[in-house]
């Protein structure tokens, strides 16, 4: 079987005007000006695959690059150089709200939401009861998203999340937010994933649940890719003072 | 890849539907409160203070001429913003952006069909004397749409690089609403103006619409055609400038 995520060689390159122009009549008053525009690497010539069924965990320092990775994967960006190939749906986890509409209903966002994260209408409508009896929503599924505490803001989220079915799930540090009964949660249904035999992309800074869950672990830094392969190996490369030079961290690009 | 996208423009055209009319006290009737002001305004100036002569139902004339027109206005304005509004969505999740420009117009189409309803009141109150040829009107409509998803695309494209676009927009559309005939006919054009309506594609839909359903004189086969193709380019246009732009609108928003 062929690999379900291939990078060949990428690069994304932001640029980062010094002044930044975004309007007609600023790039009519200042077309004659020489432009700095200073180019900045957020990764450089990463390449490699992802097997069907693999948990791959992504590490690094802040500003690395893993989230510009995970969001080139994800085709969110289109990277500069080099070939993305992802054979099959995907449905990306950034973070836990992402599209949600605090004016609207609890009920209104669990179809708003499912629609984003690649569900098809048939699903939502089977799985509805399951989502809000997961969440402990029920009698607050037609209330406003703006009434609803953070923790059940959370709850909603999460519940919709691991209903989509896509066979390749990129995860960026959702475990981050939440009480300890909530990461718990979120820890068995990870968990439930990996035995279903499903992809998944998994970036964290916690170590801890890298080495519990990832058969593969990709280190990055200054977005080129420093080490790949089994987690263990990756792990004591990464923790490892003497074989890491110290570099400065670097300012994550916009957006 | 998507295996919902049709689920995923109907939700988002909802929620903007729903969101627009949001906390407002008189919600959705603003929609249709809108063009039937700036209706009531025109109406008593151009039929009782200035008196414009020659026109059979000129109400139905002029209501249908203002709501098509807000129509191209407010999708055009909101198609353009779009991508913007939508800015938290696009640098978190992969949604094609074609996607987020059809939902925005399905938004402004929604109002479109309400206001339509508000016309088709007026229509059945004092009827005009010819029948109504409704395929054709719905054939001009068809153009409408696809004119101003076209028009869409292209601000869309330019509108994150150059913000003040909006600007220049809302000033481009009011010059346009008064070179276009939706208050006067266009034979009260001068012939050394006459440029300005024949380049107009919105004047021609708009004259085609009050054709099929006033009936004053039904166009040929031959000016449908003409005016298919020149939407057909518009749309190859904006889908071709779209395409090549869309690719870094998540870095630039």
Known sequence: MPPLISLDKVSMRFSIPRERVDSLRNTLLTFWKKRRIETFYALKDVSFTVEPGEFLGIIGKNGAGKTVLLKTIAGIFRPTAGRVVVRGAVSTFLDLWTGMQAELSGKDNIFLYSALLGLTSRRVREKYDDIISFAELGPFIEMKLKHYSSGMQARLAFSVAIQADSPILLVDEVLAVGDADFQNKCRDVFLKMKQEGRTIVYVSHNLESIAQWCDRTLLIRDGRLAAWGKTGDVLRAYSDPGWSPADGPQSPPRG | ?253
């Open chain 2, 1 to 253: 890849m998507r295996t919902n996208t049709w689920f995923l423009i109907r939700q988002l055209a909802w929620t903007d539907f729903k969101l627009r009319y949001n906390n407002l006290v008189l919600g959705y009737v603003w929609s249709l409160l809108h063009p039937l002001l700036v209706f009531a305004v025109l109406y008593l100036v151009f039929s009782v203070f200035i008196k414009i002569e020659g026109i059979p139902n000129y109400r139905l004339y002029l209501l249908l001429g203002i709501i098509l027109w807000n129509y191209f206005a407010e999708a055009t304005t909101s198609g353009m913003q779009a991508i913007q509004f939508k800015a938290g969505l696009i640098s978190k999740i992969y949604v094609p952006k074609g996607i987020i420009l059809i939902a925005s117009n399905l938004t402004s189409l929604l109002t479109l069909g309400l206001n339509l309803g508000i016309f088709a009141i007026f229509y059945a109150v004092s009827p005009p004397r010819q029948a109504a040829a409704a395929g054709l009107f719905l054939v001009s409509l068809f153009e409408l749409i696809v004119l101003s998803f076209a028009a869409s695309l292209l601000l869309s494209s330019f509108f994150l690089k150059f913000r003040d676009l909006a600007y220049l927009w809302g000033v481009g559309l009011q010059i346009g609403f008064w070179l276009t005939p939706i208050i006067y006919p266009p034979r009260a054009i001068p012939g050394r103006f006459l440029w300005l309506f024949t380049l107009n594609p919105l004047a021609r839909i708009i004259q085609d619409c009050r054709a099929a359903l006033l009936g004053q004189g039904v166009p040929s086969f031959g000016h449908h055609l003409v005016s298919l193709a020149i939407v057909a380019a518009g749309l190859a246009l904006g889908a071709a400038v779209f395409s090549r732009r869309s690719a870094r609108f998540a870095e630039e928003v």
